[in-house]
């Protein structure tokens, strides 16, 4: 589940990130945000497949 002390994280990452580029560029940037947003809830999905493998394992 993502809460939003993940969604905060990663919009500070995406915001600081924005602000190191030469481009500025908030299309890209928004874009970015979005992928990363995906690969944590990626990540909590496969974390949840561990856990049922693991208890069907034991």
Avoid at 7 to 24: D, S, V
Avoid at 28 to 49: N, T
């Amino acid at each position: 589940m993502l809460n939003r002390r993940h969604l905060r994280i990663k919009a500070l990452q995406n915001i600081y990130a924005w602000h190191m580029t030469e481009k500025k560029d908030t299309v890209s940037s928004q874009k970015l945000l979005m992928e990363s947003i995906d690969s944590v809830y990626e990540m909590y999905i496969r974390m949840l497949a561990l856990l049922v493998d693991v208890t069907e394992y034991t």
